[in-house]
């Protein structure tokens, strides 16, 4: 007699291409510096509810990993317990527990070049100059969908190999930067994924073994193909997550790995140092990306803390050239050692300490600290700056009433400089070069502009105040009435909400197309986003609500006139506020600024934008982002990042 017997094996036999190959659990913590909590609040759960019980889980079990993802975290740390030094420094040695290599988390777009760079400079240059025979090579920013196209070369020079993001189609990439310069990166995905969703190690080794089993499945044709050896990371990490230790479902797993008569994966934690060094090897061929991904999220941050981030913009062009004078008055003094290393830092870290965190639980006070954190650095790198600027000055041999104006770039500048007076006395001042010939000088307020021409590279001229009555006429060449402007660049003539025709002399064309909206018009939408992560794509306005300030009757002023500008005004009450536009057209520059101040109520869901519409069958658009100037439809990474999110997928 023959029993025919069909039977279902315990975990599945047939595991493709990570038959032999290790899984890792990466076990980190994802922090903001306060979002889930106020920053104090926030502080010490990191410290006493992550760190310290992951300390202690290391020394329970020496095959325990876990990992933090910013050098700010470790500081705190060793802020709070001085004493347990040597202790990170021996779980730093032997891997077990380590931290990110970058300062925070911040939006890397956001930063000025400069400011970037400081990410790497006080984070892994901290470690290595802080925990002696410590080092990280791997820098995290995984909350975040954007990516700034310098920042693997920034990362690179800097000696990072890695970068660990998320919120993009899973998978391991070389993001080169334009100079060939690359750095890895991996990506889950989203980083709170195998947590939240699928949930490996929640029951027991079984359960673990045929949930893994489908991503073994889904990814040993992309290893094979890229030549990736078989790791397999799974990322536990979410939001000020605390440690777990899956110790038991690892034993139970690897013990039934070492029964088996079939070849299965290994499991372990690690940390994503670890596994990155498992899979960058020398034949890997992995996925390449070039170009900058836009940051999704830029409600959170520039539009809607527009004082804050003015703050850290004036920081990162304050703080370089502080640097620079500072570095040159003390070598002209020979008076190096000297040099205050300690306050630049304390300034360097002010500008760059606000995460991509903004707003959260305790929003407001969140968004407060930062603030003060970005303007504490504006004014404080404005005082060493005055302070260096005013020894230099005094090595100069200059008579009295001297003006000295450098200049911090690397190249010739032309333009125009002020200086803050008594307003009863600044129309009563005239400048003068060295020469003594008088410069086209213009008193408003307090302050008198003047025209500056060559300055040299990292070097200065010499003016002087002296008595004297202005020359308040307009260059012969300018024609000008109460809406309607000409110097030899441009005619242009005012209209409703802004200028109604720009036309360029040297081009022979209108630049504006005004059917629609002004040059300069202020338009005012519904918004319906929420602000705090666009999550997939950027919230539109909502459609049919927009009302533009050209709608209403404009009335134009000449509020300023002068040999070096002019200055049209005009105020207009809106629903929501008063909102006050200023044009400012140089008579000698090709250059116009124009500047828009609103008196705001508070409503929410509405949003603001100043249009340009420009008259361009064939427009390119470029825009600034640190360390480099792009090209919109050009020098961003092609195709959709993807990775997916409860809204979908990234845009």
């Known amino acids: 007699m023959v029993v025919h017997q069909q039977y279902t094996p315990l975990i599945p036999s047939d595991w493709g291409y990570f038959k032999n190959g290790t899984i890792h659990i990466i076990s980190s913590s994802h922090q903001d510096i306060a979002w889930v909590n106020s920053a104090e609040i926030c502080r010490h759960g990191r410290i006493h509810q992550i760190i310290e019980p992951a ?33 990170v420094m021996e779980n730093y040695h032997n ?85 060939g310069l690359k750095i890895l990166i991996y990506t889950p995905s989203n980083y709170g994924w195998d947590i939240l969703y699928w949930q490996f190690f929640n029951k027991d080794a079984i359960t673990a073994f045929h949930k893994l089993h489908h991503r073994a499945v889904l990814w040993s044709d992309y290893y094979k193909r890229h030549n990736i050896p078989p790791h397999y ?45 498992m899979v960058n090897v020398s034949d890997a061929d992995f996925e390449k990306v070039v170009g900058e991904r836009p940051n999704l999220w830029l409600y959170i941050h520039g539009p809607a803390h527009y004082q804050a981030i003015k703050a850290k913009r004036e920081s990162g062009v304050i703080l ?103 307003s009863a006395e600044a129309r009563q001042c005239i400048i003068k070069d060295s020469k003594g010939r008088i410069v086209p000088s213009q008193a408003q307020k307090d302050k008198i502009y003047f025209e500056i021409r060559d300055i040299p590279s990292i070097g200065y001229q010499t003016y002087y105040l002296s008595r004297g009555k202005q ?41 504006l197309n005004t059917i629609r909206y002004k040059g300069g018009d202020v338009l005012n939408l519904e918004y319906k986003g929420n602000g705090a992560g666009e999550f997939t794509q950027i919230t539109g306005f909502t459609p049919g609500d927009l009302k533009a300030l050209s709608s209403n009757q404009t009335v134009w002023n000449v509020t300023e006139i002068g040999p070096l500008f002019m200055v049209f005004r005009n105020e207009q009450s809106v629903k929501e506020g ?3 536009q200023e044009i400012r057209i140089f008579h000698n520059d090709k250059k116009i600024d124009f500047d828009v101040e609103i008196d705001y109520d508070g409503t929410h869901n509405r949003q603001l934008r100043i249009a340009f519409p420009l008259n361009m069958e064939q427009a390119t658009i470029n825009y600034e982002v640190p360390m480099a100037i792009l090209q919109v439809g050009k020098d961003e990474m092609r195709g959709a990042p993807g990775g997916w999110s409860w809204w979908g997928t990234y845009t």
């Not at 925070?104 to 000025?112: A, F």
Request: net charge negative.
């Open 233 to 277: 990371a799974v990322v536990i990490s979410y939001d000020a997550e605390k440690p777990v230790n899956y110790k038991k479902v690892i034993d139970d797993w690897n013990r039934i790995v070492s029964m088996a008569e079939v070849p299965l994966p290994h499991l372990q934690h690690s940390t994503a140092e670890s596994f990155l060094n």
């Open 471 to 511: 020359h308040r006429a307009l260059p012969e060449n300018i024609r000008q009435s109460a809406n309607y402007y000409e110097n030899e660049f441009y005619r242009i003539s005012f209209g409703n909400g802004g200028i109604q025709s720009l036309i360029d002399k040297q081009l022979h064309k209108e630049i």
């Open 95 to 179: 891997g077990r527990f380590v931290w990110g290599t970058t300062f925070n988390q911040p939006y890397e777009g956001l930063e000025s070049g400069e400011q970037l760079i400081r990410q790497a400079y006080y984070g892994r240059k901290w470690i290595k100059e802080n925990l002696l025979g410590c080092d990280d090579v791997t820098a995290y920013n995984v909350d975040i969908p954007g990516r700034s196209i310098q920042a693997p070369q920034i990362f690179a020079k800097s000696g990072i190999k890695n970068l660990f993001v998320s919120r993009m189609r899973e998978g391991l990439y070389d993001w080169y930067s334009s100079d």
């Open 578 to 580: 008063l909102v006050i």
């Open 320 to 422: 370089p050239a502080a640097e620079t004078f500072t570095t040159i008055d003390k070598l002209l003094e020979d008076s190096l050692r000297n040099y205050p290393t300690e306050q630049f830092d304390s300034v360097w870290i002010s500008s760059i300490y606000p995460d991509h965190g903004w707003g959260g639980n305790f929003g407001e006070e969140t968004d407060s600290i930062f603030r003060n954190k970005l303007e504490q650095a504006r004014d404080m790198g404005t005082t060493i700056l005055n302070k260096t600027l005013a020894s230099l000055a005094c090595k100069i041999d200059a008579k009295q009433n001297a003006i000295v104006v450098f200049n911090d770039l690397p190249w010739k500048r032309s333009g125009i400089a002020s200086i803050v007076i008594d």
């Open 55 to 87: 300390m202690k889980m290391i020394d329970d079990d020496p095959d325990y990993a876990f990992g933090m993802e910013q050098t700010l975290n470790l500081m705190e740390y060793l802020e709070e317990y001085p004493e347990k030094k040597k202790k």
